[in-house]
């Protein structure tokens, strides 16, 4: 198994035991089911070849959060097969996101974890970026949305953490322990 192969499966079982958690977040400010969403995808991730774990994911999973998710995690997979600089990779895929879904940092959403981790993790230091993505993750507990269904929710989902920055903190955790099991 390649570590691109261990990855998605190591991200598979966190999301597997963390996906009630994952959907409540979502039910507080969406549809409820991005824990469900996130565990289609990298149900499929887990299977694909090496290499095509994160394509395989943006198929099953589907819908906005695969895409923006998918980029995401093909910045990752980049990285773990062909050693690709993951700084630079993750900058691109946080710009295409931004692009894509139209957000920025402060409208609550997945960028408030992906981009302090992005600017933490210029310098290559993926401890730093995990603690960025948590500290902006913990931020959106306070923001009111901007973008995606839980601008519709009452308070505009103020006092609940945004399910997408929680996924992002996960992605990153995981890397490193895929990382250090090497």
Known sequence: MTIAQQYFSRLLSRIEARKDELNAL???LGDGDHGT????????AAQAESGM????????SGGAAGTLFGLVLVAIERHLVSDA?????????????CDLGQVKAGDKSMIDALSP??????DGDLDA???????GCQATIALHARR??????????????????????ILFEVLRETREGQ
């Open 26 to 28: 979502d039910a507080a």
């Open 37 to 44: 969403t996130m565990l289609r995808g990298l149900t499929r």
């Open 53 to 60: 774990g994160a394509k395989a994911f943006m198929r099953a």
């Open 85 to 97: 600089d993951l700084p630079a990779e993750l900058a691109l895929a946080e710009a295409r996101i």
């Open 117 to 122: 981790a992005v600017s933490a993790f210029s």
């Open 129 to 135: 970026a995990i603690e960025a993505a948590r500290q």
């Open 148 to 169: 995606g269904r839980a601008q519709y929710v009452e308070g505009k989902g103020r006092g609940h953490q945004d399910p997408g920055a929680t996924s992002i903190v």
